[in-house]
């Protein structure tokens, strides 16, 4: 606990944290506060600011979560996930609310559905913490129950109020959310982050070209780093691999910030790049390979401690899943 203390003091001196939550929170602010400014007609001018809203969610929220990303005590994942969950129920009665009040109007139905995107989103990253077999027990058994429930509730709402385009339409809002609760709860999250882990390097400011310079004579798991295209981003990337079984890690810039991840999708790669650094995992002197779901934290430390002492090693002392080298 005293650890924590320090580590929020010591994040909450550095003036860019502060700016960086700060506008992460305008962002948020600013995408709830455009939907009090949409026409009631369903215009252009109503699309345009439903996208924006949307658009300053994505950037706050998932910018506002990388930054909080360091904080991974069992106690801070317990109060952040109670908090997203209270977030996430809020906004599906502020959509229930805005179909009612509107009495199914299309803009109703139209930020209902924003409101529920994003309620569901706060409660996918929720699940996603649950790494226990008891935790997920539990989150499966919860997000069933909800999907249960929904769905009465859906079919007693119809039932009670006869057929009218407010419960046509709230209906099918109850209806869709539990079928997603049901999914989720069948453990098909797409936050989960056993299945695509994703690290911040806080406070990088070098270019992937001057970082994967620094970082050339550091042998690690994946061998060394190299300059390449990863499909889905625009600028060059630094990465690492890929492994005989497929496992790279690369880093890149997304708004500002650096993140590092791991993928075993060769089609991201350019074909003739990866078959050139494709390599046979290396492990440390104890002959320790860390699992492909580790390896994004594993360089994003390496990367935190170049960045504040100049230093740079590979290491795998993580409190994390490991495997053995002759598994690998």
């Not at 935190?304 to 994390?320: A, D």
Request: net charge neutral.
């Amino acid at each position: 606990m005293a650890g924590l203390k320090e580590k929020i003091r010591s994040r909450m001196k550095n003036p860019q944290n502060h700016f960086e939550l700060a506008v992460d929170i305008l962002c948020l602010a600013a995408s709830y506060g455009l939907l009090f400014l949409m026409p009631q007609k369903v215009n252009f001018l109503f699309w345009a600011l439903f996208a924006v809203s949307a658009f300053l969610f994505c950037i706050g929220f998932f910018r506002m979560g990388f930054l909080l990303d360091d904080h991974k005590t069992a106690r801070f994942r317990n109060v952040s996930g109670v908090l997203l969950v209270l977030a996430g129920i809020v906004l599906n009665i502020a959509g229930i609310f805005t179909i009612c009040n509107t009495q199914g109007s299309e803009r109703g139905i139209v930020i209902a559905i924003l409101l529920l995107i994003e309620a569901i989103v706060m409660y996918s990253i929720t699940a996603s913490h649950a790494d226990a077999p008891r935790s997920q027990w539990i989150m499966s058994l919860v997000f069933r129950t909800a999907a249960v429930l929904m769905v009465i509730g859906a079919v007693v709402y119809a039932v009670i109020t006869s057929v009218s385009e407010t419960a046509i339409a709230l209906g099918i809002m109850l209806l869709v959310e539990g079928i997603v609760f049901w999914a989720m709860g069948s453990g098909n999250n797409p936050f989960n982050s056993s299945i695509s882990p994703i690290c911040a390097v806080p406070g990088m400011k070098k270019t992937v070209q001057e970082l994967c310079d620094a970082l050339s004579s550091t042998e690690t798991q994946l061998g060394f780093p190299w300059l390449g295209k990863i499909r889905t981003i625009k600028e060059d990337t630094i990465i690492y691999g890929p492994s005989d079984e497929g496992v790279f890690v690369y880093g890149y810039y997304h708004f500002g910030r650096f993140y590092v991840a791991s993928s075993n999708d060769l089609s991201y790669l350019d074909e003739e790049q990866a078959d050139a650094h494709r390599m046979t995992e290396i492990p440390d002197s104890k002959g320790i390979c860390l699992g492909a779901e580790s390896l994004p934290e594993a360089y994003a430390n390496m990367m935190k401690q170049y960045l504040e002492n100049g230093n740079i090693v590979w290491s795998t002392k993580q409190k994390i899943t490991r495997k053995n080298a002759d598994t690998a």
